[in-house]
């Protein structure tokens, strides 16, 4: 998963990039508004986090711009502690969550899964599919109740499909969303995919030639 990460402050950038690919989520930076207004328009990530204060056109203002344009990605707002004006202005601009700094990473993992969860229309942090279970939080797939021994990179690929199950994930999306910026040919995605069909089985990822790749809801 993509996420794009708005915050001016080296520091807390640093922090936060360090935990979300610790947790398996590919990281852009955003540092001015005016670049987080561009890159949020114009790409599509998972979720962003967005920080409010920021030099040039605050968050704020890329966030009703963003709204304005009908971009719907889901967005966590980084406020000022205690300013309860902006944890208002913000929902009212179309916020899906906010976080006050200073923050725990934990508390900010916690919501970023939920509001990803909630685009994509589950509830859960743990998805069941027939046999095939996902823990996000402990960042864990098993099969039949055993864990499966899964590389980063080929975990990342089963989240994001369980995720998105249902629906036919084109190749180019899947590059984007496991390997970020990373050139990688496609033929990546196709080397991953069997992978990790010989460890979880065939039936869990089809194949839609030209189109992408479907974890259907309901595997034969
Ligand atoms: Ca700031």
């Known amino acids: 998963m993509r996420i794009l990460l708005v915050e001016d402050d080296d520091r807390i950038a640093g922090d936060v990039t360090h935990a979300l690919a610790a947790a398996g989520y590919v ?3 955003a540092k001015d508004g005016e670049n987080a207004w561009f890159l949020g328009d114009t790409e ?3 979720a962003i986090v967005l920080d409010l204060g920021l030099p040039g056109m605050d ?3 890329v966030l009703k711009r963003w709204r304005a344009n009908g971009r719907t990605t889901p967005v966590l707002v980084l406020t ?3 300013s309860w004006s902006e944890k208002v202005e913000g929902i009212d601009a179309g916020a899906d969550d906010y976080l ?3 923050f725990r990473m934990e508390e900010l993992l916690a919501r970023l899964r939920s509001i990803i969860r909630r685009s994509v229309g589950h509830a859960s942090s743990v998805a069941t599919l027939g046999d095939l279970t996902l823990d996000e939080r402990a960042m864990k797939v098993s099969l039949r109740g055993a864990p499966v ?3 980063p990179l080929e975990y990342r690929l089963v989240a994001y499909l369980i995720l998105h199950r249902g629906r036919v994930v084109p190749q180019q999306e899947l590059l984007e969303n496991i390997y970020g910026q990373d050139e990688q040919s496609s033929n990546a995605v196709e080397v991953l995919v069997g992978r990790v069909r010989r460890k979880i089985g065939g039936k ?3 194949t839609r030639r ?3 790749y479907l974890m259907p809801e309901n595997p034969l």
């Open 27 to 29: 990281v852009e930076r």
């Open 44 to 46: 599509d990530y998972s």
């Open 59 to 61: 968050g704020l203002a």
């Open 80 to 82: 000022a502690r205690s």
């Open 100 to 102: 006050a700094k200073p």
């Open 149 to 151: 021994d899964l590389s």
């Open 204 to 206: 869990w990822i089809e």
């Open 210 to 212: 030209g189109f992408g």
